[in-house]
């Protein structure tokens, strides 16, 4: 199983609302990331967790909480959220260790996040 | 501090011209090398990657990068595009000992014309 998981493909929510984004891998990575992506631009990178321990946080405001309840498992809680947060999140995954082929991240298909 | 240049945000090509996506970066040390391609509405996918080793990187797709380290360079290439190739592409470092981030370059949008 080569694939990053990410459910669900599309959410809209009010700016009142909590919402969680939830990523999923099997392939036994122990870095997991979320990254931002607004339209025509690159992926931002907001939190990297390694070994299941937030290890960047890329100055996300507190409205985006990740957690990372086992290795597997990757979430992103929404609260209180602007209309600019509306992008594509997308979570990825790579092995990490010693020697270059570890250094590869896969990506999933991304949420589709729309705030009202 | 590492940075990565793509030349042209957009590309343009006739379906079965070549393709040539221009990549430069900025490192003293050659990082990890990587080229991800976008399709509307997806997640990135890999195409290839150079770590070490031969220089020309053979890909997903037909596709192929050759590292320069002299011109600091990762330029992607296909020798003949097809319509299925129209995407937006995203070269991408990461440095050997820097940690978990991928520095992104702004992406290039191919569209292939019939």
């Known amino acids: 199983d080569t694939e990053v998981t990410q459910t669900p493909k599309h959410l809209v929510m009010g700016m009142t609302n909590k919402k969680s984004l939830k990523c999923e891998q099997h392939?036994?990575?122990?870095?997991m990331y979320w990254y931002k992506q607004k339209a025509k631009k690159p992926p931002e990178l907001m939190f990297v967790y390694s070994y299941e321990k937030l290890s960047i946080n890329e100055s996300v405001p507190s409205r985006f909480s990740p957690e990372c309840p086992n290795s597997s498992l990757l979430n992103l809680h929404l609260h209180a959220l602007q209309p600019e947060d509306s992008a594509l999140y997308l979570c990825?995954?790579?092995?990490?260790?010693?020697?270059?082929?570890?250094?590869?991240?896969?990506f999933g298909p991304g949420t589709r996040l729309t705030v009202l | 501090a590492q940075s990565v240049t793509q030349l042209g945000s957009h590309v343009s090509v006739s379906e079965g011209a070549l393709v040539l996506l221009r990549c430069n970066y900025s490192?003293?040390?050659?990082?990890?090398l990587f080229w991800y391609v976008q399709y509307p509405n997806q997640g990135l996918q890999l195409l290839l990657k150079y770590t070490t080793g031969a220089t020309l990187v053979k890909g997903i797709n037909g596709f192929e990068a050759e590292f320069k380290k002299s011109e600091t360079s990762f330029h992607l290439t296909k020798p003949s595009a097809h319509m299925s190739d129209a995407a937006e592409y995203f070269c991408a470092v990461r440095p050997h000992r820097g940690g978990f981030k991928t520095i992104f370059g702004a992406g290039t949008r191919l569209f292939v014309k019939a």
């Open positions: 990825a995954s790579s092995q990490e260790g010693s020697g270059s082929s570890y250094n590869e991240q896969f």
């Open positions: 392939m036994g990575h122990r870095a």
């Open positions: 490192s003293s040390v050659p990082p990890y």
